[in-house]
């Protein structure tokens, strides 16, 4: 079965305390992602990372406090997260070659991953019959992208010990609601392996 992990918005300014819009116990993920990463460099396993992309004056700063604006530190990934051979897909129409890529850094400006009008031109192209997904945040921007990817169709898998929420409440009602479509709960040791 062929899988594509999807990793979202694991960038510096969610991630770290010191991060703009800093998700309360974000860092513990680290590990986590640095397996999922690794395990997927070495498995052939292709990364989609969504990846805030802000303008100075961004639209979404009115509801949001200013946060990964393009060319800062807090809209980087942690070097843990990062793959060799990664392309950057910004938002605005172009022809995306895949070939021999590893890692998709898949820009955004709103909340919902699929307002990149690359993105399902690019998921055709990965022709995956598996999605794992995890980041940051559960109730937000995780659920965009888990909603849009099981409309796909195909597997949607969120590993939960890879994410972190705002909302517990919201959190546990957008997993609910997961769940309720199809969506199947894992986890990193499920997914990779037990670390040995």
């Not at 950057?88 to 605005?92: L, P, V, Y």
């Given at each position: 079965m062929k899988t594509v992990f999807f990793d979202?918005?694991?960038q510096i300014d969610f991630l770290y305390p010191a991060g703009a819009l800093y998700?309360?116990?974000a860092e513990k993920l680290l590990p986590a992602l640095a397996r999922l990463s690794c395990y997927a460099a070495d498995?052939?396993?292709v990364v989609l990372s969504t990846?805030?992309?802000h303008a100075e004056d961004d639209p979404e700063f009115r509801h949001w406090p200013p946060h990964c604006v393009v060319g800062t530190t807090g809209q980087q990934k942690p070097a843990a997260t990062l793959l060799e051979k990664r392309i950057?897909?910004?938002?605005?129409p172009s022809e995306?070659?895949?070939a021999g890529i590893q890692q998709i850094l898949l820009e955004k400006q709103a909340l919902d991953c699929f307002t990149n009008v690359n993105l399902t031109q690019t998921l055709v192209g990965l022709a995956a019959e598996r999605?794992?997904?995890y980041g940051v945040v559960t109730e937000i921007c995780v659920q965009f992208a888990t909603s849009g990817l099981l409309k796909t169709g195909k597997r949607v898998e969120l590993v939960t010990d890879a994410a972190r929420s705002?909302?517990?409440a919201k959190a546990a009602a957008m997993i609910r609601e997961f769940t309720a479509q199809g969506g199947i709960l894992t986890s990193v040791d499920a997914v990779i392996g037990p670390v040995t």
């Open positions: 979202v918005d694991t998700v309360p116990g498995h052939g396993v990846m805030d992309a950057i897909i910004s938002n605005a995306v070659d895949l999605y794992v997904v705002l909302d517990d």
